[in-house]
């Protein structure tokens, strides 16, 4: 737990610097020195900071023994455990926020020696953790990355249907940004949304991801710092903003 709390400190430091990614590094190779396997929950608060600051290392195919149903002997080979539950079940906050950490480390590889997307969408019953899970797949399909539990996109209609709820379909034009969960950015534009989501949803969403993005574009452009800095650079010889 001292580790974990080591780098969540880190990670909130701002500004971000090297030096602070350089350190965050040292302490994954000393908890890995050591053997350790951490349980579930300290594992996740682990991956939130180091997905935060960027830290990817082959340290984590180490230290996720008590997620992974899987023994990982590296980026390319994987062999099922013996005497471990087939799919253990998890809280869906911690699914949903391993599963998001692990996309943006670039990890599918222990997504798959997880079944972590199986289990992340048996445990959601929120909108949160559904639209988590939904964003972390997308961003994994949009590098390329897609784990192989996502071969049938299919897979992913109960967290469509939990975040559509009773909806009339026939109505999806007249939804307003409300509609649109918070989180969800990525996925309205995926692969995924088309075999996934109805037609009528996955328009509807991504009109409403549009404007949410057209809308706060618009709020950074009136913040003091964004006009102080292009005033600035408006004024350099041979500079021209768009």
């Known amino acids: 737990?001292?580790?974990?709390?080591?780098?969540?400190?880190f990670a909130s430091l701002k500004p971000r610097l090297w030096e602070a990614r350089e350190a965050m590094l040292c302490l994954l190779d000393g908890v890995s020195g050591r053997r350790l396997q951490p349980e579930v929950a300290l594992l996740v608060r682990l991956l939130e900071a180091y997905a935060e600051m960027g830290?990817?290392?082959?340290?984590?195919?180490?230290?996720s023994g008590k997620l992974s149903v899987c023994d990982v002997?590296?980026?390319?080979?994987?062999?099922?455990?013996?005497?471990?539950?087939?799919?253990?079940?998890?809280?869906?906050?911690?699914a949903a926020s391993?599963?998001?950490?692990?996309?943006?480390?670039?990890?599918?590889?222990?997504?798959?020696?997880?079944?972590?997307v199986k289990r992340?969408?048996?445990?959601?019953?929120?909108?949160?953790?559904a639209s988590t899970v939904l964003e972390a797949v997308s961003l994994l399909s949009l590098i390329g990355r897609k784990p192989s539990e996502l071969h049938r996109p299919s897979v992913l209609q109960p967290l469509v249907d939990l975040l559509v709820g009773e909806e009339d379909l026939?109505?999806?034009?007249?939804?307003?940004?409300?509609r649109l969960p918070p989180t969800l950015r990525l996925f309205p534009f995926s692969e995924l949304a088309s075999s996934a989501a109805?037609?009528?949803?996955?328009?509807?969403?991504?009109?409403?991801?549009?404007?949410?993005?057209?809308?706060?574009?618009s709020e950074q452009e009136r913040h003091p710092?964004?006009?102080a800095i292009t005033s600035e650079i408006s004024s350099w010889e041979g500079v021209q903003i768009e």
């Open 198 to 217: 109805p037609p009528e949803v996955g328009t509807a969403w991504r009109r409403l991801a549009a404007e949410r993005a057209k809308m706060q574009r």
């Open 98 to 116: 391993a599963l998001m950490s692990l996309a943006k480390l670039n990890l599918p590889m222990l997504i798959d020696a997880s079944y972590l």
């Open 73 to 94: 002997r590296d980026e390319t080979s994987m062999v099922p455990r013996r005497g471990v539950p087939a799919l253990p079940p998890l809280d869906e906050e911690v």
């Open 170 to 178: 026939a109505k999806c034009h007249e939804w307003q940004e409300e």
């Open 120 to 129: 992340a969408i048996r445990a959601s019953s929120s909108s949160a953790s």
């Open 55 to 63: 830290v990817r290392d082959t340290h984590w195919f180490h230290l």
């Open 1 to 9: 737990e001292d580790c974990c709390e080591v780098a969540e400190l």
């Open 225 to 227: 710092l964004f006009l």
